[in-house]
Each structure stands twice: as C-alpha cells, then as structure tokens.
Nanobody
Framework: QVQLAESGGGLVQAGGSLRLSCAAS????????MGWFRQAPGKEREFVAT??????YYADSVKGRFTISRDNGKNTVYLEMNSLKPEDTAVYYC????????????????WGQGTQVTVSS
C-alpha cells in the first residue's frame, strides 16, 4: 500500500509556472506507475500525465508545456507546469498503481487529496 500527498499548488498568472510534488510513503515506491490527473468544478476528472520508470506520456492539452518526472530515492513524483493557461485551473491529484499504466483514472488504486491550481487571466 502507498499513501500520497500533493503540494505546490497555488495562484499564478497566465503564462507562469508551477511545480507540483507528490510524496509517497512506503519502501516500494519504485514499483508504482504514477499519474497526475485534474478536476475542474463541474467536470469529470481528466488525465494529465503518467510515468513508468522513465517512460512518460501526456494528454494532448498539456503536451509541450508540462513535464512529469520521478525521484525514486525521494519517493516523489513531480509535475512541472509551464505556460499555464486559465483552462489549467483545477484540483490536481496524483495517483499510483502497481499494475496499471495509462490514462484511465478509474484504474488507479491510490490517490492523494489534491492540490488547487488557479491560473488567472
């Protein structure tokens, strides 16, 4: 089992940057596939990015602007967000799963509590 805790959210102007962190408990962090998702008010949770070892892929809406990475020594996954847009405003969640690697949020077993990202125009 793993517990996740996000941090790094906040208020930023359009065009700005933020880096989100997700700290995981447990000694077997390296075996988990990690994902970032987001949910805006009134909308379904949507895929942002996922990483397995060093292989990553992204939603089209964030490709070229966001970068997911992980540090297994620190049990942490990051989401570097650049060129932020007002439509990026949402609660951002990290997720983990020992088997599933993909964009379907229903397949991830473990979730953090989320961190709010607000991008002003």
């Amino acid at each position: 089992q793993v517990q996740l805790a996000e941090s790094g959210g906040g208020l930023v102007q359009a065009g700005g940057s933020l880096r989100l962190s997700c700290a995981a408990s447990g000694r077997t962090f390296s075996i988990y596939h990690m994902g970032w998702f987001r949910q805006a008010p009134g909308k379904e949770r949507e895929f942002v990015a996922t990483i397995r070892r060093s292989a990553a892929y992204y939603a089209d809406s964030v490709k070229g602007r966001f970068t997911i990475s992980r540090d297994n020594g620190k049990n942490t996954v990051y989401l570097e967000m650049n060129s932020l847009k007002p439509e990026d405003t949402a609660v951002y969640y990290c997720a983990a799963d020992p088997i599933y690697y993909g964009s379907n949020y229903l397949q991830y077993d473990y979730w953090g509590q989320g961190t709010q990202v607000t991008v002003s125009s």
